[in-house]
T-cell receptor, first 119, second 113 residues
Framework: DTAVSQTPKYLVTQMGNDKSIKCEQNLGHDTMYWYKQDSKKFLKIMFSYNNKELIINETVPNRFSPKSPDKAHLNLHINSLELGDSAVYFC??????????????????FGSGTRLTVV | GQNIDQPTEMTATEGAIVQINCTYQTSGFNGLFWYQQHAGEAPTFLSY????GLEEKGRFSSFLSRSKGYSYLLLKELQMKDSASYLC??????????????FGKGTKLSVIP
């Protein structure tokens, strides 16, 4: 029944490793997102992705890459992990609001988060 | 770009009313959201405003003034379980014909007996 599910919930790994976080949504939404929440609890957009385009926050290092096998999944792959990557990563999904679409209350539904600790 | 400002922390007494303010600057405004986030949990949707005025939903109300770039979340009859962070989020134009939700840094509300 979980609308947006992400795994693992906790991830502890060493610097320099490569890791992936998986996300799946069963809401039929066409857009998915990755957010990073740092130690000060600031929730910052990393990527938004639908089946047509990827929008990347320019501050995200290219060590981070989203991978989407289909519209219900958006995984986050991280290369060469650094200490500063330690944070909680949230996946979210929504219906895409476009310039030609009507204004709607398309809020975001969030996954439960993955707490990444790099040691 | 987008800029969202809200107080870092607030404290209020159980049973009281508290108002959490949010000011924003954005291009292509397309709605303002309030989310609640308990420690260690995901943000959950509380309210949505796109037109000026007050939206009421039980003990929670949210107000929007687009001309002033201002919103507030009003919580009535505070309960201990309302202790959480409250995130103001603005949907603005992100380019490429679509919109994106940007969050403020959140207001940590502590409800005391």
């Amino acid at each position: 029944d979980t609308a947006v599910s992400q795994t693992p919930k906790y991830l502890v790994t060493q610097m320099g490793n490569d890791k992936s976080i998986k996300c799946e949504q069963n809401l039929g939404h066409d857009t998915m997102y990755w957010y990073k929440q740092d130690s000060k609890k600031f929730l910052k957009i990393m990527f938004s992705y639908n089946n047509k385009e990827l929008i990347i926050n320019e501050t995200v290092p290219n060590r981070f890459s989203p991978k989407s096998p289909d519209k219900a999944h958006l995984n986050l792959h991280i290369n060469s992990l650094e200490l500063g990557d330690s944070a909680v990563y949230f996946c979210a999904s929504s219906q895409r609001v476009t310039l030609t679409g009507s204004t709607t209350s398309y809020g975001y539904t969030f996954g439960s988060g993955t707490r990444l600790t790099v040691v | 770009g987008q800029n969202i400002d809200q107080p870092t922390e607030m404290t209020a007494t159980e049973g009281a009313i508290v108002q959490i303010n949010c000011t924003y600057q954005t291009s292509g405004f397309n709605g303002l959201f309030w989310y609640q986030q308990h420690a260690g949990e995901a943000p959950t949707f509380l309210s949505y405003n796109v037109l000026d005025g007050l939206e009421e939903k039980g003990r929670f109300s949210s107000f929007l003034s687009r001309s002033k770039g201002y919103s507030y979340l009003l919580l009535k009859e505070l309960q201990m379980k309302d202790s959480a962070s409250y995130l103001c989020a603005v949907r603005g134009y992100s380019g490429a014909g679509s919109y994106q939700l940007t969050f403020g840094k959140g207001t940590k509300l502590s409800v005391i007996p």
